[in-house]
Structure formats: C-alpha cells, structure tokens
C-alpha cells in the first residue's frame, strides 16, 4: 500500500513524558500536513510542510511541540512534557504540490492518551 | 478566518440522494471549496473540491452557487457505507485547509 502511514498507531504516556510521532507521506508528494482532532470536532490545523521547509504553524502549536521533515520526506511531531490536554488524535496528511488542486491524503492517525 | 457553516448531522433514507448543505459566505475568489468525509476511526478521505463550476465524480456531485457563498455535496444513492462526518473546507491550492465540526450524516436502512 502506497498511502500515508503513521507510526505508531496509539500511545499512552504518562503526564510529563515527551512523545513522538512518525508520518511517512506518499512518496511523490511534496507536502505533509499534521492536524490534531479531538472528540466530537474536525481536524485542527498544527503546521505544514513543503519539502523540508516548516511554511506555517498555527498558535495551537505551542513550543512544547515541534516538527520536522529533516530530508523532505517523513517528518516527526514532538511532544514534550506531555499534558493531559494533548490527548487526541494526530493526524498527518500529504499532497502535491500547486495546480488548480490540492487533495489531502490522510494517514490513519496516532492516538495519544496523556494519563 | 476561513469559516464554514453546516448542520449538524441529517439523515437520510439508503438509496435515497442526499443534499449536504454548506455555507462559506466570506469566501474569496480564490478559495476553493473542498469536501472530505471522515469514517469512524479513520483519518479523513477526499470526496471533491471546485471553484465555480459544478463538479461530478465517481463518489459525488459539488452545486456550487453562483455567488459562491453556498454549495451543496450530493450523493445520489447513500448507502450504509455512506454514514461519515462531512466536512465543507475551503482553502487556496497553496494554502492550509480549515476544518469545521462537520456534518454527521445517519443513513438509514
């Protein structure tokens, strides 16, 4: 399968802990996109990449989180001294690159519980 | 900020066409409107996307209103697999798109 993967699928981690997280996109594509979603809400912007550069992070990444997409391929979302709140779903997505389109690919997500 | 209004949740008949309504009254001439679908326990899927003309696919059929304050998603046929949160975005193509909470849609047999 050729789509977007996340690794890993769930974590728990205890409050204070760092955690990361791993997207790798579809091969082809340029940007990679993390989102967090929480019950019942849709997907949350966090921060988007094109190739390896970081283009925008919303205010909701605050500096205990960080991304990077080091070689332009998959990138790694960091949490440190997680708090309860962070619990949610982390989703990545990936897409090409310009034109008159811009379709998200969505991995399945990584759901992080913060006990 | 790049807001859109849907309902909640509807419902709909199996085998029944479903219209999901949305509403982006502040769009600009450049955004496109986007609709993604989320499964549960899924990460979003792509459903359509247009500018100003009428869009079909192989899943749906996007009615964007003249203005392009509104559009409406259509489903011709629900079917149980059909049940999903639908999301209304909109974004430029080389922007970030904005997720809303979404339409819940109950398809019933």
């Known amino acids: 399968d050729t789509g977007v993967s996340q690794n890993p699928r769930h974590k728990i981690t205890k409050r204070g802990q760092n955690v990361t997280f791993r997207c790798d996109p579809i091969?082809?594509?340029?940007?990679l996109y993390w989102y967090r979603q929480t019950l019942g809400q849709g997907p949350e912007f966090l921060t988007y990449f094109q190739n390896e550069a970081q283009l925008e992070k919303s205010r909701l990444l605050s500096d205990r989180f960080s991304a990077e997409r080091p070689k332009g391929s998959f990138s790694t979302l960091e949490i440190q001294r997680t708090e309860q709140g962070d619990s949610a779903m982390y989703l990545c997505?990936?897409?090409?690159?310009?034109?008159?389109?811009?379709?998200?690919?969505f991995g399945p997500g990584t759901r992080l519980t913060v006990t | 900020d790049a807001k859109t209004t849907q309902p909640n949740s509807m419902e709909s008949n199996e085998e029944e066409p479903v219209h999901l309504p949305c509403n982006h009254s502040t769009i600009s001439g450049t955004d496109y409107i986007h609709w993604y679908r989320q499964l549960p326990s899924q990460g979003p899927e792509y459903v359509i996307h247009?500018?100003?003309s009428n869009v079909n696919n192989r899943m749906a059929s996007l009615a964007i209103a003249e203005d392009r304050k509104s559009s409406t998603l259509i489903l011709h046929r629900a079917t149980l697999r059909d049940a999903a949160v639908y999301y209304c975005?909109?974004?430029?193509?080389?922007?970030?798109?904005?997720f809303g909470p979404g339409t819940s849609l109950s398809v019933i047999p």
């Open positions: 997505a990936s897409s090409l690159n310009g034109g008159d389109r811009d379709e998200q690919y």
């Open positions: 975005t909109r974004g430029t193509s080389y922007d970030k798109v904005i």
């Open positions: 091969s082809e594509h340029n940007r």
């Open positions: 247009g500018l100003t």
